[in-house]
């Protein structure tokens, strides 16, 4: 008697396949369950992800082969599928999350799982619209072209009074920084509320560009429900701020893409922090990649976005670190050992990745060797912790920067610049654990 076939997971595997032009490619690492084959456990991958089920079925209709994912490339552990391009609703991330980051992390033939990267053809970008100022907008906003943007926290991140917070970020701006930012869990508190907040910084801005006669603005966080949001993004743009913060792993996808909307409509750009990220993106075997992470929430329209420092507190490899940023900068990114696959981004706008975390002006070389001029760097605790306060240690950061633009060390430009010296002082060339 012969076994009958019940399952059809085989029939998403084709090694002689060629992805169309159109066809949505997906690099996944995978380890199968102990007793499944690494066919079984691509099956699973490939039918779950687009139109398969667990058993066959008494009947199709003959288009549904032409919905099938394809798995056409194995290389050890590692492997690519296609997806046709009509699985895919235009201008829908979350729809598209649903699908190759789906039901698949919970298949129990699947030990680990994880998302490296997509390569999206040009006809599914096509329903979004990217960064709305991006790095040429915001750089002509501030005038700035040789140096990357500066900004900083008001740290301890949380804790502050709005009144407390103002006189904090008018230090920040009047030592040089261009942005001052609320950090990931500030949104409005009894002690620090978000409308209170904004009037005063506002008003602390406005005095700031007044001395200074350079553009300042802030990084404030409307992360909240998205009607909220829409409100809060309205009340910054009534009070002359460029930009609005939005802890956008923990609002989600469908949130980022209604909010760039509003505030496209406002001429702002979105500061995007990626709070929670560690939690599926830390596991090298299992989750989804950074990298994957930040090239969708540029597709969906962030203007910058949280990406690491190799040398400061959080972690992040120099590796991960600029391939990040590759996917946020480049017109073309080329693939990247199975880091990496092809991108092209057509007319959309280039994103800044921003560092954070652990920094001050003694690694501000380090930071600079890795991301070169086109990124936002924050340093808060570096300026904060200064021996003489937030607005020197902000001037010891220009300084650094200045120093490194000109090929000299800090310990040479120190010499003449007290504010540097006083930081070297105390943290030296130290990389904070």
Known sequence: MTEKKVEWYHSFINLKYKPKKTDLKVLYYFEPAKGITKEDAIGRIASESSTGTWTTLFKLPPRMKELMATAYKIEGNYVH???????WERGNMPQLLS?????????????????????????YLQGFKGPNLGIPGLRKYFHVYNRPLTGAVPKPKIGFTSEEHAKIGYETWMGGF?????????????????????????????????????????????????????????????????????????????????????????GMAIHAHRAMHAAFDRNPKHGISMEFLAKIMKTIGVDQIHSGTAVGKLIGSREEVLSVANVLREKNVKP????????????????????????????????????????????????HGHPRGTRAGAIASMQAIEATNKKISLEEYAKT?????????????????
């Not at 991108?343 to 600079?368: C, E, R, Y």
Request: charged residues 25%; proline residues 4%.
């Open 81 to 87: 599928v296609a997806y046709p391009f009509d699985l």
């Open 178 to 266: 261009d942005l001052v930012k609320d950090d990931e869990n500030l949104t409005s508190t009894s002690f620090n509320n978000f409308y209170r907040r904004v009037e005063l910084m506002a008003k602390m801005r406005d005095k700031a560009e007044k001395e200074t006669g350079e553009i300042k603005d802030a990084l404030i966080n409307i992360t909240s429900k998205t009607k909220e949001m829409e409100k809060r993004a309205k009340f910054l743009h009534n009070h002359g701020f460029k930009y609005a913060m939005i802890d956008v792993v923990t609002c989600g996808t469908a949130a980022v893409q209604t909010l760039r909307e509003t505030m496209g409509d406002y």
């Open 417 to 433: 610049h007290k504010e540097l010296r006083e930081a070297l002082e105390k943290w030296g060339r130290m990389r904070p654990e």
């Open 99 to 123: 699908g190759i980051a789906g039901n698949i992390f919970g298949m129990k033939a699947l030990n680990n799982l994880k998302l490296i990267d997509a390569s999206l053809p040009y006809e």
């Open 336 to 383: 990247y050992k199975k880091v990496l696959l092809e991108q092209a981004w057509g007319n959309m706008k280039p994103a800044f990745p921003v560092t954070s975390g652990g920094l001050h002006p003694g690694i501000v070389p380090d930071v600079m060797n890795i991301y070169g001029i086109n990124s936002v760097i924050l340093i808060s605790g570096g300026i």
